[in-house]
């Protein structure tokens, strides 16, 4: 069981290695972010005037908020989704279901391993950048450091999982192309990253809060803002918790599905 852990973990280096070799596509990357921030900096700087708050955001908040939101949108984001339905048409997931590790967790640390590689070449990097552009404020608790990080990594996971879940989905409809990229739009739009959900309409936040997308961005940056302090950051982070393991159940409950399909079909 160690040999196979150990093999998982090879993955993750193989990945960072890879993401490595295209590293200057990366500083391309840091300079699409900062724009990024910087087209919304000044969107939102122009809707605040002279001052007060927005949706419980102050200026100086939501000016952090963005920051922190598209630069933790470099470590989590991947293309896992796209890489399995290629695996799929092409038809080398049949080689991949018959190796000796299990097809979901491999992905997961490819996944991984590109995330550290965005975390070190583009997240930490960009938010150096955009903290000389622009007036961010880092958070001066401990807590909210360590809370920030930790969920950061459930951020990546759960984005991860939906994913996979819509990569998988590949083996069950023709196309799965305009599948993929309404997910991404739904998941950039309703986690937080293009609009915070507390500036949403009540009925519209309150449907959010029953949906894991929140859990990807919204909850993390309002943690490294302080809108979220103290006790309350284990409250927020437990929700993040409890949305890995219900997403485990349909990436699980596919990936078997997924298996079987592939079986019958191709004997």
Partial sequence: ??????????????????MLAYRVNYYSG???????????????????????????????????????????RAFYFNNLDREISTDIRDGSIAIQFIR?????????MQGFGEGMFRFIMLMVPGMAIAMLLFPVKLPTEASAWIGFLVMLFFSFLINSQLNVITGLMSFFVEN????????????????????????FPAWLGGIMSFLPFQAITYLPGSVFTGRIQGSSIWNVLGIQVV??????????GLYRAS???LFVQGG
């Fill in 259 to 261: 298996r079987k399909r």
């Fill in 30 to 72: 840091i300079l699409i972010y900062s724009l990024n921030i910087g087209v919304y900096y000044f969107t939102w700087k122009a809707i605040y005037g002279s001052g007060g708050e927005l949706g419980g955001f102050t200026a100086s908040q939501m000016t952090t908020y963005l920051a922190v939101s598209w630069m933790a």
């Fill in 100 to 108: 000796p590790y299990n097809y979901l967790i491999v992905k997961m």
């Fill in 243 to 252: 949305w890995f393991v219900i997403l485990l159940i349909p990436m699980i």
């Fill in 1 to 18: 069981m160690s040999n196979q852990w150990g093999a998982y973990l090879d993955f993750i280096r193989i990945r960072f290695l890879t």
């Fill in 176 to 199: 799965n192309e305009g599948f993929m990229r309404m997910k991404r739009v739904v998941v950039d739009l309703f986690s937080g990253l293009i609009i915070p959900i507390s500036l």
